[in-house]
């Protein structure tokens, strides 16, 4: 038995992992992209705002990290104006095989290229960066809890170093002493590798806007018993790591954030970025009543994209590098990070 840690990256990244299978993560959940081509609308505005704050550079980048099989990517690449366009060049950063047919535009690398002037985008990356779990024993001692191909497990070592750091700063446990039998089972998952895979992927960035999209919890309400799961076929499933299903735990965005981040909600973002799920008037069935259909639509998967308790809960974590944040926002509290995965229907 070993750490989830281990596990989940050979369960989801090895030889045969989870997202090495050739139906994608579009075949077992559905992200944000995939519900509506507005997302991709709104990302594409984004960058032309990162392309204004940066003066409109000779080259200006889109990086999409955790590409999945590059639909965000080339659709933004397709929502760009044609004097945007000409200037844009993609690149999407994924473990997983070049898919066939991508647009030629795109480069299909599996690290963020260095130096690059424009938009780093990671929507639903930081999730399924493989982190441990640590749970409470009976002592009160907060011990490393280990798993078997099976999804069996045990408790192994207790944590230390910079692992025990890290949660008595952004998830703290009860401490041994002060423990009683009502402690025990608690758990918390060590975000410190994700803490470190954000800020390698801002590092890469020459000039412009890092983006992490993600489900989370802040410091004022860490889910007691932890986040771990896994999603397989559409439906929430026990998280096993022998690779054939998803495993994800829910992202402390806040302790993820550099100096300079800033944490709004998807709906915050979206609606800034022209996204609203307010119906179109009904005046406008009366003169149009094609256009009408067509905006109602458009209503709905606005409102799926920016739902209290759904999408619109996600965590938006923007980081400036060497220019000011582009969402013309002022700082007010971020509203609840969210609790659930969206599945696919």
């Not at 004097?83 to 647009?103: K, N, T």
């Not at 895979?197 to 999209?213: D, N, P, Q, Y």
């Not at 739902?307 to 926002?329: C, E, M, N, S, Y």
Request: with cysteine; glycine share 12%; net charge negative.
């Amino acid at each position: 038995m070993r750490g989830w840690r281990p596990a989940t990256e050979e369960a989801l990244y090895g030889p045969r992992g989870f997202y090495r299978r050739p139906e994608g993560p579009a075949g077992h959940f559905r992200t944000s992209v995939h519900a509506s081509p507005l997302f991709a609308g709104a990302v594409a505005r984004l960058l032309r705002l990162v392309d204004e704050a940066l003066g409109h550079p000779a080259e200006l980048a889109f990086v999409d990290l955790g590409a999945g099989r590059g639909e965000l990517v080339g659709a933004v690449l397709k929502a760009l104006p044609a004097e945007v366009a000409s200037r844009a060049r993609g690149y999407a950063v994924e473990r997983a095989a070049r898919p066939a047919g991508l647009d030629h535009r795109i480069e299909w690398l599996p690290q963020p290229p260095p130096g690059v002037t424009g938009l780093l985008f990671a929507n639903e990356w930081l999730d399924n960066v493989p982190v441990d779990v640590v749970e409470v024993d009976a002592h009160g001692v907060p011990r490393l809890v280990l798993v078997a191909p099976d999804g069996t497990e045990s408790l192994g070592e207790p944590v230390g170093g910079a692992d025990a750091h890290w949660l008595q700063k952004w998830w703290p446990l009860p401490p041994p002493a002060d423990s009683s039998s009502s402690a025990e089972g608690l758990r918390a998952e060590i975000g410190l590798p994700r803490d470190t895979a954000w800020a390698s992927a801002v590092a890469a960035l020459g000039r412009g806007l890092a983006v992490a999209v993600d489900y989370g919890h802040d410091a004022g309400a860490r889910p007691p018993f932890g986040t771990l799961t896994g999603f397989r076929e559409g439906r929430e499933t026990a998280p096993v790591p022998d690779g054939s299903c998803d495993i994800t735990a829910h992202v402390a965005l806040d302790a993820c954030a550099l100096p300079g981040g800033r944490l709004l909600s998807q709906r915050e973002a979206l609606r800034t970025l022209g996204v609203s799920g307010d119906r179109p008037p009904l005046t406008l069935a009366a003169t149009d009543p094609a256009a009408y259909v067509r905006a109602l639509a458009g209503a709905g998967e606005a409102a799926e994209l920016t739902a209290r308790g759904g999408l619109g809960d996600f965590g938006w974590l923007t980081q400036p590098v060497g220019i000011p944040d582009p969402f013309p926002l002022p700082d007010p509290p971020p509203d609840p990070l969210p609790t659930q995965e969206e599945p696919s229907p």
